[in-house]
Each structure stands twice: as structure tokens, then as C-alpha cells.
């Protein structure tokens, strides 16, 4: 098993904004993609779609300005069965979030890929709380090929 | 032991190109720190500072447009002994940059920094290779308190 982890800080936003941008379709719409839809409540399904592809998450924990923990219901083969998870805390100025993605059964190139990937949104959510302003799909920074052609969800359907 | 793992790809470049950026001292300074320093050859040693903090990193491997590695000699407590690879390889129009830093003892906090970190400076190499223009230290992109203060390599001398 190999985890996925990350840091971002957030200067002068709190926990509890970071949250609300964690756990409600307005908020993930603004950072991670713009198409969210689904149920956000512990034991609901959001549905995160990039174009062909995307992920289907349970939520299986919601702590307020806390924590929030995900599991992957459906999306590319090597993430069904992996849990995500953000866990929030306030360090002076700056808001912490700690990102995981763990359960990966092996450490295959898409796993790089979805690890920078990860980042890149992470930062858009930074923005989104810092400016008002993310980077939500399909608007977000590519990282390489595979974005170009199609989103790398997509190749889910050839596996 | 747990990894950190990051790709990012580089449109209209080579590995030919990337191994420059990787094992010279005017690569490295161009996208990592500006303060870089040693001897970047297979048994030398090369000095990354970043004002009161650094790493020193032994050279164990290179191969031209295909691989590099180094070894910690040492920098914060956790890194020392620690491995960072880069492979390189051509897929269509793109040069694929495949990062490992692997040899974490524990998934401490400081490793979920340095993951998000070392994205941001491989977005910074793919910048440089891509339009001639990284942001190398001092002028990366911050991601919390601990890089406001002072570069978090700094907290060694506490530890």
C-alpha cells in the first residue's frame, strides 16, 4: 500500500471556510472540477466528472472544520476502493490542510501522475480560498500528455 | 519506508534537454535554488542552500537522458540516508519526467510539505524547459508558515 499526501496552507481563510470549500457542491465545483454533482452528506455519493471521465465518492466522514474522508466507489480501476482524506487545523495565520490518498495497491505511473495532479488542484483550492478564485477543471493546469488528448479517466473504458 | 512520487510531462522538450537541467549546476539553479553549488558528477557532492538551510546530495547515478540519482548526505534529520530519482523517457511530443524521493522512515507532516514542495519545483523545471524561465528558490511559489519564516530546512539546526 502506497499513500498519496500533501500540505497546503491557507493564509487568513479558517478552517471552517476550507470546509465548507471541502464539503458542499459549490465549494468543490470552484477547485476541483466544475462538474460536481451528487449528495454531500455522510453515506452520499458525489459524483466528480472531468469530460469522459471521473469519480464516483462516499462520503464516510464528516468532522466540521475537522476532517473529511471519501471513499472511491467508482472511476479508473486503480483508484476504486481508495479512501481521500483532508484533515484541517489552524496554525496562527494560516489555515493547514493535510491531503491523503491512500490504499493505492501499487505505485503504477498513473499514480505519479494523479500525485502532481493532486497538487495542482490543491493549490487551486489554496487560491480559491485566498482570492475567491481556483482552477477548477476544465480550467486547471496540465500537467502532461495524457491531459491533452483526453482525460486520463477516460482510459478507464480500455482497461 | 513510504515515497513521494510526482510526473509531470514537458511539451516540445527532450531528455536530453531535461538531463541538462538536471545534472548541471546552471540547470539545477535554474528551476531548484539559486544557491547551488558542489560537484555534479557520479561520486560528487552537490550543496542546494536555500538561505540558512540545504542539502547536501552524493551523485550515484547518471545516465545521460534517462536517469539521475542522489542520496542525502545531509539536511533535515528526516532526508538524510533518503533517495531522489529522476527518469526520463519520450512519449510522442513530450518529455516525461518520472520523480521518486524514497527512503521516509515515517509519513511525518514535514513529508507531506516536502511532496506538495517538490511539485511545485518540478512545475518550476517543466516552466524552465518548456518557456526558459523557472522559479528556482527564493522566487518558488510559498506554501505555508513554515516558508514564510524562514526555509523549513532551517528547523534542522532545532531538531
Same sequence: chains 1, 2.
Avoid at 99 to 124: D, I, N, Q, R
Avoid at 128 to 153: I, M, Q, S, V, Y
Amino acid at each position: 500500500m502506497v499513500d498519496i499526501l500533501h500540505k497546503v496552507g491557507i493564509k487568513s481563510s479558517s478552517p471552517n471556510d476550507a470546509y465548507k470549500a471541502l464539503t458542499t457542491r459549490e465549494g468543490l465545483s470552484a477547485w476541483w472540477t466544475i462538474d460536481t454533482r451528487g449528495d454531500s452528506k455522510v453515506g452520499g455519493v458525489l459524483l466528480f466528472r472531468f469530460g469522459d471521465g471521473g469519480f464516483d465518492m462516499k462520503v464516510l466522514e464528516f468532522q466540521p472544520a475537522k476532517r473529511v474522508l471519501w471513499q472511491v466507489l467508482d472511476g479508473p480501476q486503480e483508484w476504486i476502493g481508495t479512501k481521500i482524506s483532508f484533515d484541517l487545523k489552524q496554525e496562527g495565520d494560516w489555515t493547514i490542510v493535510l491531503f491523503k490518498h491512500h490504499g493505492w495497491k501499487e505505485p503504477v505511473e498513473f499514480m505519479y501522475h494523479c500525485s502532481t495532479k493532486w497538487a495542482v488542484f490543491l493549490l487551486s483550492l489554496k487560491s480559491l480560498l485566498e482570492t475567491g478564485k481556483g482552477a477548477p477543471w476544465p480550467n486547471e493546469f496540465k500537467l502532461d500528455g495524457w491531459e491533452e488528448a483526453a482525460p486520463r479517466a477516460s482510459t478507464t473504458a480500455a482497461a
